[in-house]
């Protein structure tokens, strides 16, 4: 394979997609569209979830020092499209029929049709030139109530979850067949 070099680009990076649930100053919910999520271990598992800077999300996330974190399916692309592309900031950005709940341990906005749903509490921010990432403590996960059914594969229940994923400047089905392969299946070689 012959490779080129290129300018530093984020094209072949895939990433599930999150929707930030803040809320304003006011008491009403606030939605952002993130694909900046990863996974950390600091004395358990951690959430590592990054928020460009002059958004009204980084904001309230600051301000509050929690968040829900919800994953966009398929279904949800219409509004997590639109969540991203207005500006928070916009009074009537979220003047759009969305169903929303209480979080069941943190005081945050839920969506009610994510699959899963992370309850987050910020434990630390690192301010970057452009974005803060804030590493977060899971204080709760609140889940579609067949997804943690092990008897199912994990193929079926991930299917049924079908969270979209942004890559190259669009939308993907995360799965639409069987897996390739799992975790260790060639730990001897190829």
């Not at 309850?119 to 301010?127: H, M, S, Y």
């Not at 030139?129 to 709760?140: L, Q």
Request: glycine share 10%; proline share 5%; net charge negative.
């Amino acid at each position: 394979m012959e490779k080129v070099s290129i300018n530093a680009i984020h094209e072949f990076c895939p990433q599930a997609m999150y929707l930030y649930g803040t809320y304003k100053e006011d008491g009403s919910p606030n939605f952002g569209l993130f694909s900046w999520f990863g996974y950390c271990l600091n004395d358990g598992v951690r959430i590592m979830a990054s928020v460009g800077s002059g958004k009204l999300t980084s904001d309230r996330i600051r301000a509050a020092g929690v968040f829900s974190a919800n994953l966009v399916s398929e279904s949800l692309l219409p509004l997590a499209d639109y969540c991203g592309h207005t500006m928070g900031y916009d009074a009537k950005k979220m003047d759009v029929p969305v169903s929303v709940e209480k979080g069941a341990v943190l005081p945050v906005p839920v969506l009610s049709d994510s699959p899963w749903t992370y309850e987050l509490e910020v434990e630390q921010t690192i301010t970057l030139n452009g974005s803060d990432i804030f590493i977060c403590k899971i204080r709760n996960v609140l889940v579609e109530k067949s997804l943690p059914d092990t008897d199912k594969p994990f193929d079926e229940r991930l299917r049924s979850a079908a969270p979209a994923i942004a890559f190259g400047g669009g939308y993907y089905a995360a799965l639409k067949d069987a897996t390739i392969g799992k975790w260790g299946d060639w730990k001897t070689g190829v």
